[in-house]
Nanobody
Framework: QVQLVESGGGLVQAGGSLRLSCAAS????????IAWYRQAPGKQRELAAV???????NYADSVKGRFTISRDSARNTVYLQMNSLKPEDTAVYYC??????????WGQGTQVTVSS
């Protein structure tokens, strides 16, 4: 069983930056795909950014050019650098991982609030 622990959320003014971290408890090398999802109040959970084991990335149109996802295998950690934050980025951000044998894991979520 892999545990994912997010950190780095908080309150920031519009235009500011935050960096989220997602630390895996073990077997990081078995995690083929790692992603950040977000869920705003009253809305469905949506994909924000994803990175696979080869380092290939993909982003939702709404965050493209502002968010950067990266992975540090030495630290078993994936990061989401969020710049030029907007009030509409306010959401609970969840770390998601899928192993090479298709096991799926979720973190507990971290709140990001962007004030106008």
């Amino acid at each position: 069983q892999v545990q994912l622990v997010e950190s780095g959320g908080g309150l920031v003014q519009a235009g500011g930056s935050l960096r989220l971290s997602c630390a895996a408890s073990r077997d990081f090398f078995r995690l083929n795909t790692i992603a950040w999802y977000r869920q705003a109040p009253g809305k469905q959970r949506e994909l924000a950014a994803v990175i696979n084991s080869s380092g290939s990335t993909n982003y939702a149109d709404s965050v493209k050019g502002r968010f950067t996802i990266s992975r540090d295998s030495a630290r078993n950690t994936v990061y989401l650098q969020m710049n030029s934050l907007k009030p509409e980025d306010t959401a609970v951000y969840y770390c998601y991982a899928r192993s090479i044998i298709a096991d799926v894991y979720w973190g507990q979520g971290t709140q990001v609030t962007v004030s106008s």
